[in-house]
């Protein structure tokens, strides 16, 4: 989380204000990366993590992998002239490292279910929420000094001369050390079950988490671009660490209150509360011209985020039979990661580029796309709705 915090909060920036890509465009660097991500999760990581029961192994060489990775793609991207070819080495490169990175990702999903009872996956996924919320403030902190060169060199700097991806390398290398002392995980041939591979209930929450994923981080990419609009709030780098970092403080207390109120309600209601929280979320970046409301409003972002990770991932490893682990996890995963990129490339960016083409100004283009990404989620509440009412019968 520290990694994400410091790269990805200003990466979008950095390709769309530095290198001159369009919305749509900058927000390629997740979508293809995501897509190959899960296409090898579910294909061939989850498969071999099924067939022989390797977790940790897994976690390990996956971040070893990317983290060598990301240092060769920024030396790549320095080898071409032109702002939009060295952007396009950047998406490609990071599509390329995604590829070993997913084996990370669908290791410690599968991990954390192997350890622990149903009961207690809501409470260890809220601190392990906080501890990574911890890791992103201080990753989106560096990464706003390390950006403009403490505001002293010039915008991209960090990324340019690549002290961004060394710092962001050797975080993941280091990240590996305490997974060394983990159990490898897996599962006896006594906990395998009679279930069928698929439950109709784990299809429909997963056809509601696509609609709530996809609207929230559908716009997750651009809101940095948002922000740092100079027709709009014209936000430094280092104030734009502020902002997002309220996000990132609500997922840290957000992530130690879910602990006791897990025990005391239901995923699912904790997951209608999460969608609710991320509509109010969303709707304040359409409505706020003012940055206190948008410091607000990206908090409630951040309490929705830990809220739906939490709930989400404890209800649908309740539905997963644990011999399917390596691969509907995957599935699960996915409504997560494509969001995060393929929402923004199909939804998000084409909405605001239309608008700019069209002759409408880039604030009120921005704001459009939020209020898109709100319905989207009201759509998946909805889905949430039916799909519990459909449980209690």
Not at 34 to 59: A, E, H, K, P
Not at 92 to 113: H, K, P, Q, R, Y
Not at 167 to 196: C, D, N, Q, W, Y
Not at 258 to 264: D, L, Y
């Amino acid at each position: 989380m520290f990694r994400r915090g410091l790269f990805y909060s200003y990466l979008s920036i950095y390709l769309r204000f530095f290198l001159k890509l369009s919305v749509t465009e900058t927000t390629l660097f997740a979508s293809i990366p995501m897509v190959l991500s899960i296409v090898f999760q579910t294909l061939v990581w989850g498969r071999i993590s099924d067939r022989y029961q390797r977790r940790r192994s897994l976690i390990i060489t996956g971040e070893v992998l990317a983290a060598l990775g990301t240092t060769l793609v920024w030396w790549l991207h320095t080898l071409p002239v032109s702002g939009p070819q060295r952007g396009y080495v950047i998406i490609i490169g990071f599509s390329i490292v995604e590829i070993f990175w997913s084996m990370s990702n669908i290791g410690w999903t599968a991990l954390i279910s192997d350890l622990y009872p149903d009961y207690m996956r809501t409470s260890i996924q809220g601190k392990l929420s906080t501890i990574g919320a911890a890791g992103r403030i201080i990753g989106v902190w560096i990464g706003g000094l390390v950006y403009d060169g403490i505001g002293q060199l010039y915008e991209g700097w960090g990324f340019d001369r690549g002290l961004l991806f060394f710092i962001a390398s050797g975080v993941m290398v280091l990240s590996t050390i305490p997974i060394l002392f983990l159990p490898e995980g897996g599962i006896s041939r006594k906990e395998v079950t009679s279930a069928g591979s698929y439950s109709p209930k784990f299809l429909l929450l997963l056809l509601a988490m696509i609609f709530i994923n996809f609207g929230r981080n559908s716009v997750a990419v651009i809101k940095t671009q948002y922000l740092s609009l100079e027709e709009g709030f014209d936000v430094s780098s280092q104030l734009l660490s502020y902002i997002v970092n309220m996000q990132s403080v609500a997922i840290l207390i957000g992530g130690i209150l879910i602990v006791p109120i897990s025990k005391r309600v239901k995923d699912e209601l904790l997951l209608v509360f999460g969608s609710i929280i991320g509509i109010a979320y969303l709707l304040g970046f359409v409505l706020s011209n003012l940055l206190p409301p948008i410091f607000l409003s990206n908090f409630l972002g951040g309490i929705s985020d830990v809220t739906i990770m939490a709930s989400s991932y404890s209800y649908a490893s309740r539905l997963i039979p644990p011999q399917y682990r390596g691969r509907q996890f995957a599935l699960y995963n996915a409504t997560f990661f494509l969001s995060w990129g393929v929402g923004a490339t199909l939804i998000g960016g084409p909405i605001i580029d239309l608008l700019l083409r069209s002759g409408q100004g880039p604030v009120l283009a921005y704001r459009i796309s939020f209020a898109a990404a709100a319905v989207l989620v009201f759509i998946g509440l909805l889905l949430l709705i039916i799909t519990n009412r459909l449980e209690e019968r």
